[in-house]
């Protein structure tokens, strides 16, 4: 008897040959390009940007950290730490270059790395 009411309410139920539509995947298909994406950590709030980007799953982020490690360097430790938790929840990958330079890859990529101990050759052009 409820139920009959509530179906007064809002109109008839669909005739049988009716019918709806519904999207399994939550979602329209989206195109799956990876982005390489560079940022510049000026100051601990920049990295909001970053971590969005990281979270979507087809960004890999190249971070210059050189104007916050030159203004303060607890900030820049802070903010790497978040930074890593958020890779590590994605099961992405992160790795230093240099002393300025950090790379956050998605899951499904992976960065190189060298054996531990193994010397990087140089080429000739670079002077030591």
């Given amino acids: 008897m409820v139920i009959n009411t509530i179906k007064k309410m809002f ?6 040959d009716e019918y709806v539509e519904i999207d399994v995947n939550g979602q329209q298909e989206r195109e799956t390009k990876v982005i390489v994406k560079p940022f510049v950590l000026r100051q601990y709030d920049d990295i909001n940007d970053i971590l969005n980007s990281i979270r979507e799953g087809y960004t890999i982020a190249v971070i210059d950290m050189k104007p916050l490690k030159t203004k303060d360097v607890i900030e820049l430790k802070r903010a790497v730490a978040k930074i890593k938790k958020t890779v590590d929840a994605i099961e992405g990958q992160i790795a230093a270059f240099g002393d300025t330079t950090i790379i956050v890859t998605p899951k499904f990529a992976e960065i190189h790395r060298a054996p531990a101990g193994a010397a990087i050759k140089k080429p000739d052009y670079i002077n030591e």
Avoid: D, I, M
Avoid at 11 to 16: C, N, V, Y
């Fill in 11 to 16: 109109g008839s139920s669909p005739a049988a």
